[in-house]
């Protein structure tokens, strides 16, 4: 990340270009993490702007520990969960969304989009960790060790947060009635 | 197999595969990732394994949520909106000068600064205007006696001058009023003198038979209306 410690050295020497780069070299693929983890535009966008202010407000401390991308999903990361936790918003799907008509492409998208909604309503009922690691790997394409270094967790315990929201999405499908988002569901809880 | 269908698949199945090292690659084997060596290990597997496949549906459509794109707006102004947001935290309060209101206006800056010029060049006119310039122009008589003086100092009458000061109002009437009989040049003296008659006398026989149809229709007309009048006054009475 050569490209990114001149862009740094430069921001914080007070160069405007060098700042706005910096944003616009993350800006997309952050968002589309933040979207995937908070399933609105407004959310997403606000804990974008927010993650990409406190990175830069802290540029001074940052240390090249890591590189700068994985501090700023750190950041994005930290964000994003606080706001699941206050969320209580559930969005479901209703006939009154789709027109119904003889054509049976209308069911098809219906039944598609019960889908869509319910994978969701079952991916914000994971606890955090394992929602985010499942989120990384399989939208984000991240790999294990990577999810590890944002999560700040060893690789093993990226796998076994993995492993137990696979599990857990499967048995959330498997119920009749999924619980209201912010309820995780009773009983094995498997997060590491 | 959509999801739904996959899902009940889910309920009824009681054998769950615990192949982790499997399920792991899984998400690798949707992204074309693999090796040779580890695809074939997964392929085998799959044909096998209904547990793995259901999962492999899972992860699919996980896979293959889309995120909308805001526009190309929105990806413009953020780096500005950041940059405001983190020198407004780097001086410790939301100073409102007049350099946070140009960064919020949506106009740029030089557009602020050519107006602030025009207004700034309107204002010194108003106030140091000069005097009109055909006065900024009079050149003073030449004479021992300044009309000015004593026009300057207030209303003047006339019968009280004397010949000194009468002789020098008038060579400066004369100055003064040059460029205006200048202006009305010698076309205008020759209209007083031009007789009637000689430009009735260039006109054809029937350019003056026109002219005198018009002064006939006229003269009608404006009978007319005297008629009118004089019968509505005495209708009035």
């Known amino acids: ?192 | 197999m959509n999801f739904r269908q996959s899902a009940i698949q889910c309920r009824e199945k009681t054998v769950k595969c615990r192949k982790t090292d499997i399920k792991e690659l899984l998400p690798a084997y949707l992204e074309h990732g693999l090796g040779n060596t580890s695809l074939a290990l997964v392929e085998d597997h799959l044909k096998t394994c209904e547990d793995c496949r259901d999962e492999l549906s899972l992860l699919s459509m996980l896979g293959e949520e889309t995120v909308p794109d805001p526009g190309e707006a929105f990806w413009d102004a953020l780096p500005g909106r950041v940059y405001r947001e983190v020198q407004a935290g780097a001086s410790g309060k939301k100073t409102f000068g007049f350099a946070r209101l140009f960064d919020l206006a949506p106009a740029p800056r030089w557009a602020w600064a050519t107006t602030a010029l025009a207004i700034t060049a309107m204002l010194s006119f108003i106030i140091f205007r000069p005097s009109h310039p055909e006065l900024a122009r009079t050149v003073p008589p030449d004479t021992s006696m300044v009309f000015d003086d004593f026009v300057s100092v207030g209303p003047v009458n006339v019968a009280e001058l004397s010949s000194s000061e009468l002789i020098a109002a008038a060579r400066w009437a004369q100055n003064a009023f040059a460029p205006v009989r200048d202006a009305i040049g010698e076309d205008g003296a020759d209209a007083r003198e031009r007789d009637l008659s000689e430009d009735l006398s260039n006109l054809s026989p029937e350019e003056l038979d026109r002219l005198s149809e018009m002064i006939k229709i006229k003269e009608q007309e404006a009978r007319e209306k005297l008629r009118i009048k004089t019968s509505n006054e005495k209708g009035l009475v």
Request: charged share 35%.
């Open chain 1, 1 to 192: 990340m050569d490209e990114d410690l001149e862009l740094i050295t430069r921001t914080r020497a007070g160069e405007r270009e060098a700042f706005d780069e910096l944003v616009r070299k993350y800006q997309k693929q952050l968002y589309a993490m933040l979207f995937r983890m908070l399933s609105n535009h407004e959310d997403a966008s606000d804990i974008l702007q927010k993650a990409f202010i406190k990175a830069f407000t802290g540029l001074d401390r940052f240390e090249f520990r890591s590189s700068f991308r994985t501090w700023l999903y750190q950041i994005a990361i930290n964000l994003a969960k606080n706001v699941y936790r206050d969320r209580s918003r559930v969005e479901r799907v209703s006939l009154d969304d789709v027109v119904l008509g003889r054509d049976p492409r209308i069911v098809e998208k219906l039944i598609h989009k019960e889908n869509r909604q319910l994978l969701r309503r079952a991916l914000a009922n994971l606890p955090d960790k394992q929602r985010i690691t499942l989120i990384l790997r399989v939208q984000e394409g991240r790999k294990f060790d990577e999810i590890a270094e944002l999560m700040n967790c060893s690789t093993g315990t990226a796998k076994t947060n993995y492993h137990f929201a696979v599990k857990k999405m499967k048995k959330i499908l498997r119920e009749d009635e999924l619980p209201p988002i912010g309820n995780p569901v009773p009983g094995e809880d498997g997060e590491v």
